[in-house]
């Protein structure tokens, strides 16, 4: 959560004037919390989709209401949060959309960092999908940058790691980016990540 917020804040320029950039921090910081009692439920767990948003919703009503709804001022507080929790869940706003896209570029970062702490003996290439779900066209880009720095980093051992020749691409049209209805920087539902 907190390394996502930060990203938040070195949003791309061409993004900045279209979004509410300390709405996307506090979504970043708030996005997670319903998983702090049920864990970060993933799909290898077999937990339906439903289940698993009914599990964090009931979490958060918790945190959110009975937790934060005791104390002095604690109740606006709570309100915020669910507030900006139920926003990030809904994947509605521009500044949802965007925050979704960096927990997914957060991953392809978090997975080139073991691979460089690995010092080349951990090819992680298969967390790699979620770079194709990223939607927005800056994010899609800075992704490819964050895909590049790792194809450097493995001809630097004199190596090629799987998925090299898409580092330079991700899924879409022909220059790499993703086009639905002639929104270029919009690519389809949010399925995951």
């Given at each position: 959560m907190y390394r996502m917020s930060i990203l938040t804040l070195l949003c791309p320029l061409p993004l900045r004037s279209t979004l509410d950039i300390p709405r996307c921090t506090l979504l970043a910081l708030c996005h997670d919390m319903g998983e702090s009692l049920v864990g970060d439920l993933t799909p290898v767990d077999n937990i339906p989709k439903a289940e698993k948003s009914r599990r964090e919703r009931e979490t958060m009503g918790y945190l959110t209401g009975t937790?934060?709804?005791?104390?002095?001022?604690?109740?606006?507080?709570?309100?915020?949060?669910?507030?900006?929790?139920?926003?990030?869940?809904?994947?509605?706003?521009?500044?949802?959309?965007?925050?979704?896209?960096?927990?997914?570029?957060?991953?392809?970062?978090?997975?080139?960092?073991?691979?460089?702490?690995?010092?080349?003996?951990?090819?992680?290439?298969?967390?790699?999908?979620?770079?194709?779900?990223?939607?927005?066209?800056?994010?899609?880009?800075?992704?490819?940058?964050?895909?590049?720095?790792?194809?450097?980093?493995?001809?630097?051992?004199?190596?090629v790691p799987s998925g090299a020749d898409s580092a330079a691409k991700s899924s879409g049209t022909e220059d790499g980016t993703r086009s639905v209805d002639g929104q270029a920087s919009i690519a389809g539902e949010e399925q995951g990540r």
């Amino acid at each position: 959560m907190y390394r996502m917020s930060i990203l938040t804040l070195l949003c791309p320029l061409p993004l900045r004037s279209t979004l509410d950039i300390p709405r996307c921090t506090l979504l970043a910081l708030c996005h997670d919390m319903g998983e702090s009692l049920v864990g970060d439920l993933t799909p290898v767990d077999n937990i339906p989709k439903a289940e698993k948003s009914r599990r964090e919703r009931e979490t958060m009503g918790y945190l959110t209401g009975t937790l934060l709804g005791r104390g002095t001022g604690c109740a606006d507080a709570g309100t915020l949060i669910r507030e900006a929790w139920e926003e990030y869940e809904d994947n509605v706003t521009l500044e949802a959309r965007f925050v979704h896209d960096v927990d997914k570029l957060e991953l392809v970062i978090q997975m080139v960092e073991y691979e460089r702490r690995g010092q080349g003996k951990l090819d992680l290439w298969e967390f790699s999908w979620v770079a194709e779900r990223i939607e927005m066209v800056e994010m899609q880009e800075w992704c490819r940058e964050v895909l590049s720095e790792r194809e450097e980093f493995w001809k630097g051992l004199g190596k090629v790691p799987s998925g090299a020749d898409s580092a330079a691409k991700s899924s879409g049209t022909e220059d790499g980016t993703r086009s639905v209805d002639g929104q270029a920087s919009i690519a389809g539902e949010e399925q995951g990540r």
